[in-house]
């Protein structure tokens, strides 16, 4: 029977790879990095993932945490599963910190852009109220039509209400000294 081709090469040393490198980055593709810190710091890794999980109250399969009850025709089957299903519990305080990181109030992330807030700034500062005026604009770079230029404004009206208050406030003294 033939050989695979490229199998009956003889194999040399590689000089230049670098071992090191090749040996951490197996390690790291053998064991992926667990993203939940908490999870992370109550792992054992010479117990199994199932075993790992079970000490710290958490569910392995889902699908036998919380099973479906199957109904016979006409009769429902009642079994107390739930006290067969208990287990211990070596670790509570992984679920307690991970319930306490869940309570905790979502913090506000989305904001716009520093281009964004001074275009807008700019339109308002230089023509008020006109949108029409504010498209033929040469800043408007991205020939925005009149109603999108409307609606960034209004979208940076909705993002930071007080800001936008004050720099109308601010305009309104400007205008004052004009006249």
């Known amino acids: 029977m033939p050989k695979a081709k490229g199998k009956g090469r003889r194999h040399k040393y590689s000089y230049n790879v670098n071992r090191k490198r090749l040996y951490r980055s197996a390690r790291r593709r053998a064991a992926p990095r667990i993203a939940c810190s908490h999870i992370r710091h109550a792992w054992d890794p010479s117990k199994s993932v199932a075993q790992n999980l079970a000490e ?3 569910a392995h399969d889902p699908n036998k945490a919380v099973p479906i009850p199957k ?4 009769m429902e089957v009642e079994t107390d599963q739930r006290d067969q299903g208990r287990k211990i519990v070596r670790k509570p305080y992984v679920v307690n910190e991970m319930e306490y990181e869940a ?3 979502e913090k ?6 520093r281009d964004l807030i001074d275009y807008v700034r700019y339109m308002i500062q230089n023509h008020g109220e006109n949108y029409k005026e504010m498209a033929r604009d040469e800043k408007n770079y991205y020939q925005d039509t009149p109603k999108q230029i409307k609606r960034k404004i209004n979208v940076y009206k909705n993002f930071y209400p007080e800001e936008y208050k004050d720099f109308i406030a601010s305009l309104k003294p400007e205008k004052m000294d004009v006249q």
């Open 71 to 74: 109904k016979k025709l006409g």
């Open 56 to 58: 710290m109250g958490l």
């Open 108 to 113: 506000k992330s989305n904001t716009l852009s």
């Open 103 to 105: 309570s905790l109030p």
